[in-house]
């Protein structure tokens, strides 16, 4: 589980680690890509403790941290600042095959991405801006949660719901500045084509082991591009980044 810490610059991030190991398969090395969906909801309400399904609105964050249920409060804003939120988010997943809707899919797995509300509906500290499940590879029914408190601005709600959904497709934290799972102010941030060293507000090794981390490879293997699906990254891939 991890937590982005207001609009990504606030205390210091918790990580539980889930004990895995190094599996090239998690990044499309010896697997095939997946399309991921993600559900952004308004709405709030009910959300469950237990294994991830976002489906039945079932939360693996809530059982770890000893929650059987809470009740999500309403996004506050209008109906333009919404929109406005949705386009951004898609812009950031735009060359990714991730589709941003806000209407569940009929049939199929689907990341729901719950935006309203404080931290401390989940007990968690006001610097807290959101929380994702990670275990390293794509969680295609999970819950994520983006926090809202007074004086939230869209841009940076887009930034920490694009960062809680990164978390779904496998990537970790970063030290670079100007990529959105970076913790560190600096202005936009995207999805960087560039190795960079794991971590919050110190270097550390990445948590499926390796030393750098590119978000924009590591998104690309895990899920691919959208217009072009059967184009590779212009570098070589994460697993072959070396201490």
């Known amino acids: ?78 109906d333009r600042q919404w929109s406005r939120l949705v386009r951004c988010v898609r812009d950031r997943y735009a060359q990714y095959d991730v589709q941003i809707v806000e209407q569940p899919p009929a049939v199929g797995d689907y990341v729901l991405a719950m935006v309203g509300g404080p931290p401390r509906q989940l007990e968690l500290e006001k610097t807290v801006g959101g929380l994702a499940p990670h275990n390293g590879s794509v969680i295609s029914d999970a819950v994520v949660f983006v926090f809202q408190t007074r004086g939230s601005k869209v841009s940076e709600l887009c930034q920490t719901t694009a960062h809680e959904i990164g978390h779904t497709l496998g990537l970790d934290h970063t030290r670079l500045c100007s990529d959105i799972m970076s913790y560190e102010r600096c202005g936009p941030k995207r999805f960087r084509d560039q190795h960079a060293r794991c971590g919050e507000w110190s270097d550390r090794d990445c948590d499926v082991g390796d030393s750098h981390q590119n978000s924009e490879q590591l998104i690309a293997q895990a899920v691919g591009y959208r217009r072009d699906p059967d184009r590779t990254p212009r570098r070589r891939p994460l697993a072959l980044a070396r201490r």
């Open 1 to 78: 589980m991890l937590l982005a810490s207001g609009a990504l610059v606030g205390a210091a991030a918790m990580m539980v680690h889930l004990g895995q190991t190094l599996d090239l398969g998690k990044f499309g090395l010896g697997s095939g890509r997946q399309s991921v969906v993600v559900v952004m909801s308004r709405d709030g309400g009910l959300i469950f403790g237990g294994d991830d399904d976002a489906r039945t609105r079932t939360s693996s964050s809530l059982a770890n941290r000893g929650l059987s249920q809470v009740q999500l409060a309403k996004f506050r804003g209008s």
